[in-house]
């Protein structure tokens, strides 16, 4: 009996001694710094900056020639004078308006003509400038058809800038997570509160001055042909604006 007494207060130690070992471990275990690495946070790419904007690349008259029977959109509103085309010429001396943001061109022909030093503010005049003939869809009863520098001939060369000046595609598509009320202010040429800084460059035209280099995190004056509006952008979304004196 003592044996036995002995074999079973000795397995009961034994026993009793595994688990506090084993207790031991695991909280070592859970307590020890955590020296694992961890996986980088997923950067979140904003929906604008996933949307794709065609290219053409023009080297040529005929590349601007061949746009004709096709729509573009301006995406540099408020930056581009456009002139009457009377016997296919451009009546430099008389401005017919300035293209906003996404208004609709549709292209009927491209011309090369020299400019006058006043029509090279935007575009350089070089030996010839070049010039997108267009009408305005858009415009009830206006059939008549004008002209926009979108380049020009230096010696031969020729440099255009149509793929920064231009949509080749409709960008109420392009764009078309903004939503019906981003894109009503947009196509009205208004701001309204939550719109972001591309909205409203699109809305607004021209930027004449800035606080800072922090996109969307500063103050930003638009020109809006000749009102000025001074618009504030916190993370990326208009927080407040009002009319301002420009420059």
Known sequence: MQNGAKAAIGATVVLVLAVGIRVGLI??????PDNSVKAPAREVIPADDLVYLKQKRPDSLKDIKDLAGSTVWVSAGGQLEYYPLVGHAAQYGKAAGTLLGVEPLMVKDA????????????????????????TRPDV?????EYAV??????AG?????????????????????WGPEIWKAVDSHRVIL????????????????????DYGNRMVVFANLG???????????????????GY
């Not at 003509?113 to 010039?131: E, M, N």
């Not at 520098?149 to 230096?154: A, E, I």
Request: charged residues 25%; positive net charge.
């Open 157 to 177: 060369q020729y440099t255009f800038y149509t793929d920064e000046i231009l949509f080749y595609d409709d960008p109420h598509e392009l764009y078309k997570h």
């Open 194 to 213: 939550g719109m972001n800084e591309r909205q409203v460059e699109l809305a607004l035209g021209q930027v004449s001055k800035s606080t800072s280099n």
């Open 140 to 144: 009830a009863g206006d059939t008549k």
């Open 27 to 32: 909280y070592r275990e859970r307590n020890a």
């Open 111 to 134: 011309i090369e003509q020299v400019a006058p030093k006043a029509a090279t503010f935007r575009i350089p005049g070089g030996d010839k400038q070049v010039l997108m003939v267009f």
């Open 227 to 245: 009102k000025p509006m001074a618009v504030t952008f916190v993370k990326n979304k208009v927080t407040a604006f009002r009319a301002d004196q």
């Open 149 to 154: 520098p979108v380049g020009y001939r230096q």
